[in-house]
């Protein structure tokens, strides 16, 4: 952001990042890297914490 501060991108995941109980793809990945360079990124979901890391693992397999 222009004043210094960084931008929080919060998404929801499924039926956002990915489809319904499925995996991140690589367009989105790259796209969230992209964000990663101007903010942090949060994300929302119903899901318990190993779906959550299952759907949103990098599809460039460095898991972050």
Known sequence: ???GR???FLFDVDGTLTPS?????????DMLDTLK???HIAVVSGSDLPKLEEQLASSKGSGD
Do not use: E, Y
């Open 21 to 29: 109980r499925r995996t991140l793809g690589p367009k989105m990945d």
């Open 6 to 8: 960084k931008v929080l």
């Open 1 to 3: 952001a222009a004043n």
């Open 37 to 39: 360079s101007v903010g």
